[in-house]
């Protein structure tokens, strides 16, 4: 890590890092359920770039920061145009002039990359087509608030190979669960990313095309849309060959019996995950998606503070 504090993948930060802001979104979590407020970000305001739109990270990067004394400023890509009408790298210097922290949510992680090597201030990932790692962060303090050891478990991911695979891959070089992943050919994980997890990941990576083979005796069952952002075209594609990796209770009985259930947001409820299994008593689908401002905020007091 240089002297400014990039949030940009999982796989940047060792397991003594992540332990410490885990532990963060935790005592930040416990203050804000005790009603004390915070002023670490006090006079900051942060910047988010949305080139892709979303409730969750929105919200929870707003909220996030009002609750920590601090300020942020929506920015669409209509404003600056990032990489057409103005280069990544004049952005990055501009807005370095102006704010305290930029988070970017967009396609390419080579954008997010070059941003924060032309910037002076944070750059946080919010979301790319490579990772995911706000979301899988905070889905670790989600489980470990349930009393989970990430060490001991056997995580189970259901449906496409997509940046959601590639964030829970990179936890696992830093913590010890078992990761399941099963999905249809052609789908799967990049390949790289699974080789450096098999080469230095602390559990075991299975790849496999059996649901059934994968969520057996898991404790974590995730899953996520079929089609995400970007990928409309192939939307009808998709739905005649994922069905085989729809969560529902059929599925769900061939886990561990205290087995939870997470999806990220937004659902195709019918499709990944039925309605019986969404509103279900093992879904912290919920519960998971309001973690999104506790375990950023630690993100954010982290990378600001």
Not at 133 to 147: A, I, N
Request: glycine share 8%; aromatic share 8%; hydrophobic share 40%.
């Amino acid at each position: 890590m240089d002297s400014v504090r990039h949030f940009l993948t999982l796989s940047d930060f060792d397991r003594a890092s992540l332990d410490s802001l885990l532990a963060l979104a935790h005592e930040l979590k416990r203050d804000w359920r005790a009603g004390e407020s915070s002023v670490r970000l006090a006079g900051r305001t942060l910047g988010c770039v949305f080139m892709k739109p979303s409730l969750r990270t929105r919200v929870s990067f707003e909220v996030g920061m009002r609750q920590l004394g601090g300020h942020a400023l929506y920015i669409t890509d209509q404003e600056i145009g990032l990489g057409k009408r103005e280069s990544v790298h004049d952005v990055a210097s501009v807005l370095s002039h102006m704010l305290s922290g930029i988070m970017i949510r967009t396609f390419a992680q080579a954008q997010v990359e070059e941003l924060a090597h032309s910037s002076k201030i944070p750059v946080i990932n919010g979301l790319t087509d490579a990772v995911h790692p706000c979301q899988v962060f905070c889905d670790l303090f989600t489980l470990q608030e349930k009393g989970l050891d990430l060490d001991k478990i056997k995580v189970c991911y259901l449906g496409d190979g997509n940046n959601m695979v590639h964030s829970w891959m990179d936890a696992a070089l830093a913590y010890g669960f078992d990761f399941w992943f099963a999905g249809p050919e052609g789908y799967d994980p990049d390949a790289g990313v699974v080789a450096r997890t098999r080469a230095n990941g602390r559990g075991q990576l299975t790849l496999t095309r059996s649901a059934e083979d994968a969520v057996r005796g898991a404790d974590v069952i995730y899953t996520d849309t079929w089609t995400s952002m970007g990928q409309e075209a192939e939307a009808e594609k998709r739905r005649k060959v994922f069905p085989p990796y729809r969560l529902d209770s059929k599925l769900l009985a061939l886990a561990a019996p205290k087995a939870l259930v997470l999806h990220c947001l937004p659902a195709h409820r019918g499709e990944e995950i039925t309605d019986e299994v969404m509103d279900g008593p093992q879904s912290i689908v919920f519960e998971q998606a309001g973690n999104r401002l506790h375990g950023q905020k630690a993100i954010l007091a982290w990378a600001m503070g």
